[in-house]
């Protein structure tokens, strides 16, 4: 089995910064992917930022030179450094990470619980 858990969420104003960590556990061979979402209130879940399995990373034009994505790979983390922020950026954000299971060396999605993220302007 494998877990992803986020942290770092919560409540900042209009202008500020977070920083959000997303951790993989488990039984885990590899990671390939590891994605970051963002689901507003009432709207459905959206790709932010993200590394390929190649190591390339991308983002959402509404996030570009405000957001980065960075990765750990010795710590199986995947960071989210959000600046510049605005209230459009309030909602839950949600780790996703394309990981190869020891147990049968099957790649497998899994998502995280996802962080709370409040901007106030």
């Known amino acids: 089995q494998v877990q992803l858990v986020e942290s770092g969420g919560g409540l900042v104003q209009a202008g500020g910064s977070l920083t959000l960590s997303c951790r993989a556990s488990?039984?885990?061979?590899?990671?390939?992917?590891m994605r970051w979402y963002h689901q507003a209130p009432g709207k459905q879940r959206e790709l932010v930022a993200g590394f390929t399995g190649g190591g390339s990373t991308n983002y959402a034009d509404s996030v570009k030179g405000r957001f980065t994505i960075s990765r750990d790979n010795a710590k199986n983390t995947v960071y989210l450094q959000m600046n510049s922020l605005k209230p459009e950026d309030t909602g839950v954000y949600y780790c996703n990470a394309d990981v190869r299971v020891i147990a049968n060396s099957r790649i497998w999605a899994y998502w995280g619980q996802g962080t709370q993220v409040t901007v106030s302007s």
């Open positions: 488990g039984s885990i061979a590899s990671i390939n992917a």
